[in-house]
């Protein structure tokens, strides 16, 4: 019998291969996008910092290669839903081990210095298994969160976050104004949460 972490590692890692980044990936229609002409323009997706959106769908936005992105607006004062919900659930379920926005403590590694260069499926190995480093002075445990739901139901969205944090394109703190949140993502995390 298979256990919790396995069946939800499977269903990420399908996910990951189907495309699908986050929970409201399984339920998304696609949105009317925000410019006017009813097409995405590169205003309408131009973000601060080096990492640019290049596709948004249901408020979720996604890098060239498909990974999830931030789009952070205003000299970082206004940002996407998903970086926001990911500041929220970092802030809920990260905070205790990995400090205050990221930074890092005496107990866990900075992940706004562990995100540059990693991608959102190297992220999301690390989320649902785990991870150990050990040596003849340290021994550092990440546990695996492939049985929470509170972590794994917005695992692209701590990922978002911290990458917007990783890339200098947000401050510490909490981000002042958000984009509203998508009818597919309440959809999506009621059908997670269950």
Known sequence: MRCAASRVAGF?????????????????????PPAASGGTSAA?????????????????????????????TDSGKKVDWYTMSGYLRYNANCIVCHGPDGMGSTYA??????LKGMDYAHFAGIIVGGKKDVNASQELVMPAFGDNRNVM?????????????????LGRNRPPEHEPKPAAFEKAEDACMK
């Open 12 to 32: 990420v890692l399908a996910g990951l291969a189907a495309g699908a980044l986050g929970p409201a990936a399984a339920f998304a229609a696609p949105t009317t």
């Open 109 to 114: 590694p900075s992940l706004v210095d562990a």
């Open 153 to 169: 139901c917005y695992m692209p969205d701590i990922y978002t976050y911290l990458r917007a944090r990783s890339d200098g394109a």
């Open 44 to 72: 309408d997706l131009k973000s601060d910092g080096p990492t640019q959106p290049a596709k948004v769908q249901d408020g979720q936005y996604t890098d060239k290669n498909g990974d999830p992105t931030y789009h952070v």
